[in-house]
């Protein structure tokens, strides 16, 4: 960050201060939330993995009584439960997204919208926005900081904790 950007930072308040990181937190939910479903969906691989070699070897193998059956029971009811968590983590990053989403609709200032969803919806780097927008990295972030205090956010949303 700039250190004139950083500059206008520090010269707030305790308050402003931790609203400003309070949205910020909150902005960043949403890549908590898409991360959680990587990393759901990877723990789903696997257990697809496990579940067709014990499949193949089920059938190639000879029958030597009923503990395999088991085995296989067991492992379709963790591929049901991390397939219901992927559903309800999936849920809950779409509402996030959709509630970031309604408050930069709101924003009077489009720049300031545009900054903040290619940086929390799209995950882009600050160089990279600045070549999409055309700006310096010191405007996007000057930019991104004016709208991070401009955000208008429900009251209850600015001090939600996205736990998934």
Known sequence: ???????????????????????????????????????????????????????????????????????LSDLMVKL????????DAIMESCKIKLEIEGALWKMEDPEEARVLRFRYIYFMQCSEISKAMKY??????RIHDRAIKNLKMKHHETFRCVNI
């Open 1 to 71: 960050m700039p250190a004139q950007v950083k500059g206008e930072i520090d010269s707030m308040d305790e308050k402003e201060y931790q609203e400003y990181q309070r949205k910020k937190e909150y902005l960043a939910g949403y890549r908590k939330a898409c991360k959680k479903i990587e990393s759901l969906k990877e723990q789903l691989e696997s257990l697809l993995e496990i579940e067709q070699s014990v499949r193949s070897q089920q059938l190639s193998d000879m029958p030597k009584g009923s503990n395999r059956h088991q085995d």
């Open 80 to 87: 049901e439960d991390l397939q219901a968590q992927i559903a």
């Open 136 to 141: 310096s990295r010191t405007q996007v972030w």
